[in-house]
C-alpha cells in the first residue's frame, strides 16, 4: 500500500510538471502568435508589403525539423519499448538534426542578408521581421536543443524507466511545439511573401 | 484506518525528502526559501517596500503640482541635482511619475499583490503540500527582487529614471537621445522589466499548474474559495498577456539599438533628420495594450478575491451569488483581451473599430455590476463584523463602484476624445484600480496576517489607518474628476504656465495636503506590520472562524503544510450561518454525516446516497416530533 501511494504521489506530482510545460508553451504561442500580429498590422501599411521571394534553404531547414520531429517520434517509441540502445541512437540524430536546422536557419538569414541584400535595418520592418521571426525562434530551438540532450544524456545514467518516459514526454512536447511553430512561421511568411 | 493512513504518509513524505535532500541552513531557510508560505512573505514585504518608495515618488511630484514657484531646499539636499535651486526639474519631475506608476502597477499591485496571496493561498486553500514547483517558484521571487533593484538603480545614472510614462511610447522611449530620461534610465527600466516579466511567467505558471493538479481529495473546481479563483484567473491572464508584452519590448530594444525602424518615422531630432522610414508607432500601443488591459484586471481581480473572501467571513453568510460570482470573474478575464483599443480612441483609429471596442468595454459593466451587487447582497443583513480587513474590503468595493462608473465615459469612444489623457482619466484609474487594487490587498494583509506571522495585528492603529486612508484617498482623487472635465491634461509640470489652469493650483495644494495626511496615515500601518511581527498578540488556530482550509493547517509553519494527511473536502467554502447548525461556520472538511442538523437537500445534488441519508434522517426526525 505504501508503495502504491508513493507511486500515485509522484505520477501527480510529475502530471503537474508536465501540464507546466504545456503552459510554457501557451506563453511562448502568445509570443510568436504578438509578433506575426505585429507584422500583420505593420504591413497593413502602406509600401509596408514583405515582397521578398523567401530564400530556399527555408525550405531544406523546415525539411530538417520536420524529419526530426519524425525521429524523435521513433526515440519516443523506441523509449516506450524499453529498447534504450535505440531510444539513444533516434535522440542523438534528432539532436544534430536541430543543429542542422540551427545551421541552415542561420545560412538561410546569410543569404538574405549577403546575396538579396535584405537587411535588418530595413526601412521597411515587414522585412526585419523576417530576421525576428527567425532568430527569436533560434532561441527557442537553443533551449530545445539543451532539454533534448538533457534526456540523452539522462538514458546514459541509468534512471528509472518511469523518469525516461516523463522526460521523453517533455522533451517531445516541446520540441514538437518548436516544429510546428517554424512550420507555422514558415507558412506565414509565404503567404504573406507579396 | 485514519491512524494507518497518517502513518503510511509519513513515510512517503520522508522518502519523497530524500531526492532533495537539504539540510535547514540559513539559506535555503531565510534567503533562498522554496516553501511558498516563506516566498509569499518574501513578496509581500518587498511589494511593501516598493510601495512606500512610489508613494514617496507621488509626494514629491504632489509637491511641485501644489507649489510650482516655490522654492524648498530640503529638495535640493535630498536628491541633489534633481531639484536644482530646491524646485524639482522638469526631467524628474517626468521621472518621477513615470517611476510612481512603473512600481505601483508592477512591482506593488502585480507582483506585491498576486505573489504574496497566489503564494500564500493556493496551496494552503487547495490543500497542497507546495507549488507545483518550488524552485521555479523561489526562482520567481529572486527576479522579481533583481527587477526591483535595477528599477530602482535607476534614479543612480548620471540622467535619471526612464521618464516617457510608464506606457513607454516610442519615439520617446525608443530614441536615447530625445530627453534625458529616455537614455541609460530606460535602458534599465527595460532590462528591469524583462526580469520582471519572466519573474511573473514563472510565478502565474505554477499557480496554474498548482490550482489545476494538486487540490486535495474532494477539492473541485466548484468548492473553490474565490479567492483561489481570482488568483488562478489572474495568473492565466498573466500567462497569455505578458509574453506580448515582451514581443513589443523585443522589437523596442531593436529600435533602439539595433537600428530597425518597426515604430520610428520620419522623425527630426534637434533639428536632424534621422534615418528611420516606415515605422509605426500604433504597432507598439497595440502590443503594449494588448498586454496593459488584460494587466489592469490581473491587478483587480485578486483584490476581488480577496474581498470576497473577506465580506463574507465577516458578514457571517455565504457569498452571494458564488456561480455568479465566479463566471463574472471568467468573464472580466475574456473580455479584457478583447477591449485594448479603448487606450487608442484618439490615434486616428477607424471609427467603426473604435464602435467595436466601445461595446466590447461597455460591456464588462456587466459582470463587473454583477459582482458589486453580489457584495452588496452579501453585506445585506449580515452579521458584520467591523475588523480592519472587512473595513478595508468595503472600502474596496466603494473604490470600485465610484471609479468604475467613470469607467463608462471613458470607454465611450465619442466622449473619450474630450476626456482623454485628462485628470479625468487619473481620476477614474486611481480609484478603479489604484486604491480598489491597494484597499483589496491591504484587507489581505489584514485577514491572513495571522496565517503569515502567527501573530494578529492591532485593531485599532487598522481603524486609524483605514480611515485616514479611506478619506484620503477621496480627498485626492475625487476633484480631479472636475479637472479633467476642464480639460487639464495629466503629466503637466507647472500650472501656472496655462492660462486655463491656473484657477486649478488652490485644487492642487488642498491635493497635496490630502496626499501627505493619506502618505502619513500608511506609517501606522507600517509601525502596525512591523511591531506585530515581532510584537503582536498570538494567534489562535482559526481567528476569524473562517471555514477555507488554511485555517485547518497547524499555526506553526511547517514544510509541507500539514503533518499527516492533508484534509478531505467535503464543502463549499461558504457555509456560514447554515440554520440548524450550532457554530455560525461548518469548515470545509467537516463531512457532511457530523451535521445531519442543518443539511439541505441541494447539499446532495449529485450525492444520491448522501440524499438518502438525509431523507432517512428527516423522516426519523419527525416521527420523533409525532411522538413527542
Redesign the interface.
Known sequence: MMAQIQRQEEKLNLGAKKFTMWIFIFTSFMFFAALSSGFIVYSGGKGHGLNVQIPQPFLYSTLVIIISSITLFMASKAAKGLQIARQQLFLWVTFFLGIAFFAVQVYACYVLTYKMGIYFTDPNASRTFLYVFCGMHLLHIIAGLLVLLNTVLATYRNIPQVKNIFKMEMASIFWHFLDIMWIYLYVFLLLNQN | MSTLAVH??G??HH??GHEHHHKATFLNTYVFSQDHKYIAKQFLVTGIIMAFIAMTLSILFRIQLAYPDKSFPILETLLGRFAPNGRISPDFYMSLVTIHGTIMVFFVLTAGLSGTFANLLIPLQVGARDM??PF?NMLSYWFFFIASLIMLSSFLVQKGPASGGWTIYPPLSALPKSMPGSDMGMTLWLISMVLFIASQ?MG???Y???V???RTKGMDLWKMPLTVWALFLTAVLG??????L???V??LI?DRS?????YLSDIVLNGKVM??????P??FQ??FW?LGHPEVYIVIMPAMGLSSEVLAVNSRKPIFGYHAMVYSLIGIAVLSFIVWGHHMFVTGMNPFLGGVFMITTLIIAVPSAVKTFNWLATLWRGNIRFTPAMLFAIGMVSFFISGGLTGIFLGNAALDINLHDTYFVIAHFHLVMGSAAIFGMLAGVYHWFPKMYRRMMDERLGYLHFWLTFIGAYLVFFPMHFMGLDGVPRRYYAFTEFESMKRWLTVNVFITWAAIMAGIAQLAFAYNFVHSIFWGKKTVQNPWNANTLEWTAPIEHIHGNWDGEIPTVYRWPYDYSKPGHDTDFIPQNVPFSQTMSSNLPHDFEDNPGGLEEHTKWTNAQKANEAVK
Open positions: 503510511d504518509h513515510v512517503v522518502e519523497e507545483a514547483s521555479v511567467l502565474g505558471i505554477n496554474i499548474s498548482t489545476l493538479n494538486m500567462v497569455l498577456s505578458f509574453p506580448v515582451v514581443a513589443g523585443v522589437l531593436f539595433f537600428g530597425t525602424s518597426f534615418p528611420f522610414e516606415g515605422g509605426s500604433i504597432l497595440h502590443l494588448f
